[in-house]
């Protein structure tokens, strides 16, 4: 299988005022990065439903990451980064199960003032998926219907 | 009397005596709760037109009609925590007492921490279960595995791992449990799915916890006090003369710990037996059959209408909320991922999801399945206690000093 044109699309959950804040200086601070990661900014990771993940993928990402504020104490709402905690695990079991591999799915912390931090993120978490080769859900879910 | 204790309780009725499945103390401690009242209503199961394999939930008023619910029906599995939260108004302005089993009750609590019912309103009479008879499948297994008229059961028992029905002329048949369920997985005969599953046939989550282990060759139910609320209904009852009681001994008590654990060890049997195949799957084959079973899914709603867990108003699954589109059918496979991610935290393995499926669909077994993953992983098991609270609702003291991706419970 040639994965050499595909270029994975992954869809980024980042909270305002953590790993966005890093992202933004990421970029500004011009850190290699590949552009593969769009980004939708949340003002806490807590926000993210595991059904957006699930709708990410649906809609044609490749892989998602979810990335908040650091436990303990950073959360800017206090314990909403908690609520992530007890989410992530719900979606990588149901993910696990309907077999999307796990490698497709990262969640984690990264705080503002890491910058670099992000940077490697993406670099690695791109190759990562690329090397996965793409999700393909709705393709998979026709040649089915055929 | 406390929680914990346990009593051989019997009515000192005649008539509830005869109708009764064990010694009609059920029947009669929630005729003495009418009378009393202690509660304004009783919730029950009923032969609709004296059709066992129709049982329909009835609200009872009048102590005097108590013992039209008399006698346990196993082909009926009614959703008593949907009925309760629905049309009950989630008991918010009325006292009644519930009749349910364990799954029943567990689903009641699940609802009762999520604020759809008021548990203060409620008494849960909670009567132990190894399961109940899909109503179709029962009829044509009767007629077909052991060769009776269905018309001519007048009752159903599963006892030391058999399945014994008694006929209208007096006389018995029976089968190996185990060995007809496993002989016709195609037909479906036996108990329930969701059924052969459950670990949990004493509902001690409820009230009172009422059934026939540990009674032998006598008309008397063993009931074991759950709860403050439980031993207050059964002390006014013995006093008013509503139901007595003895003291069950050793042997008794010993007898009833035997079957329940003959029944868990049956029921770990079938989860294996249930999620090995799926557990076996490689990613690719888990892909292709799990979005092969949905891609048959009509969006009929069943499943969400069923389920005690799903209460949202304003739901995710409605089209103009953007993630599962309207008109389109089969609806992507964002549909049964939805439901699973939402309520695989607090499933309580009452398969109505199953049951309502139009297209047959394994929900039960796979929401179930990752129910338990989530389990072992969060350390909680949902229904058994109202003040545990869901794992996504809480914070532990431990989690609040940790500082990386590593769970700790």
């Known amino acids: 299988m040639s994965n050499n044109g595909f270029e994975p699309r992954i869809i980024g959950f980042l909270c305002n005022w953590c790993t966005y804040s890093a992202a933004d200086t990421a970029g500004v601070s011009r850190m290699e990065q590949p552009p593969n990661v769009d980004i939708i900014r949340v003002m806490c990771s807590g926000r993210v439903d595991p059904v957006f993940i699930l709708k990410a993928f649906a809609e044609g990402a490749d892989g998602v990451i979810v990335s908040g504020c650091h436990p303990p104490g950073d959360c800017h709402y206090d314990s909403g980064n908690y609520k992530t905690f007890r989410r992530m695990p719900l979606v990588e079991a ?3 199960q309907y077999g999307i591999e796990k490698e497709r799915f990262h ?24 090397a996965l080769g793409p999700l393909d859900w709705k393709r998979e879910l026709e040649s089915k219907e055929d | ?40 209503a009783v919730l029950a199961i009923k032969a609709r037109d004296g059709n066992r394999y129709d049982g329909i939930p009835v609200l009872i008023t009048d102590p005097q009609e108590m013992i039209g619910a008399a006698g346990a029906l196993h082909s009926a599995s009614p959703n008593i ?10 008991a918010s302005d009325l006292k009644i007492a519930v009749t349910c089993r364990p799954c029943d009750a567990k689903a009641i609590i699940e609802l009762a921490k999520r604020e759809q019912i008021n548990l203060d309103n409620l008494v849960l009479v909670g009567l132990n279960c190894t399961g109940t008879l899909p109503p179709v499948a029962a009829q044509k297994m009767f007629k077909e595995e052991f060769g009776i008229n269905p018309a ?136 292709d059959y799990w979005f092969g079973q949905f891609s048959q899914c009509i969006k009929c709603f069943g499943c969400r209408d069923a389920c005690p867990i799903c209460y949202c108003e304003a739901c995710w699954l409605e089209a103009d909320r953007g993630f599962v589109l309207g008109g389109e059918i089969p609806p992507d496979a964002m549909w ?6 939402h309520v695989m935290d607090s499933c309580v393995n009452c398969g109505q ?10 929900l039960s077994r796979f929401i179930f399945m990752l129910s338990k993953e989530i389990g072992d992983i969060f350390k909680y098991e949902p229904g058994m206690d109202v003040s545990a609270l869901p794992p996504c609702r809480i914070v532990t003291d431990e989690e609040l000093s940790i500082g990386g991706v590593e769970l700790v419970f």
Request: aromatic letters at 8%; proline letters at 3%; one cysteine or more.
């Open chain 1, 94 to 96: 149901l993910l696990a």
């Open chain 1, 107 to 130: 969640w984690g912390w990264i705080s503002g003032a890491e910058a670099p931090e992000w940077a490697k993120l993406v670099r690695e978490f791109t190759a990562q998926v690329h």
């Open chain 2, 1 to 40: 009397m406390m929680r914990g204790d346990m009593y051989l309780a019997w009515s000192p009725d005649k008539e509830i005596l005869e109708q009764a499945e064990c010694g009609g103390a059920v029947t009669s401690l929630l005729k003495f709760a009418l009378e009393s009242k202690q509660v304004d």
């Open chain 2, 81 to 90: 925590a949907r009925f309760v939260k629905e049309y009950l108004d989630g």
């Open chain 2, 152 to 287: 001519d059961v007048v009752s159903e028992d599963i006892e030391d791992g058999k399945l014994i029905v008694r006929l209208k002329d007096g006389t018995e048949r029976e089968r190996n449990l185990a060995e007809l369920e496993a002989s016709s997985i195609e037909q479906g005969y036996g108990r329930r799915e969701n059924c052969r599953r459950c670990e949990t046939s004493i509902p001690t989550m409820a009230d009172l916890a009422c059934g026939k282990w540990g009674v032998v060759d006598r008309k008397a139910t063993f009931i074991e006090v759950c709860s403050e609320k439980g031993s207050a209904l059964i002390d006014g009852a013995i006093e008013a003369g509503s139901i007595l009681v003895e003291q069950p001994d050793d042997e008794a008590v010993e007898i009833r710990r035997r079957e329940y654990e003959a029944a868990t060890e049956l029921a770990r049997k079938w989860q294996e037996r249930d999620f090995a195949p799926f557990k076996a799957m490689n990613l690719d084959e888990r892909f």
């Open chain 2, 336 to 341: 049964p991922m939805v439901r699973a991610v």
């Open chain 2, 353 to 362: 999801c199953q049951d309502a499926c139009s297209m047959n669909l394994p």
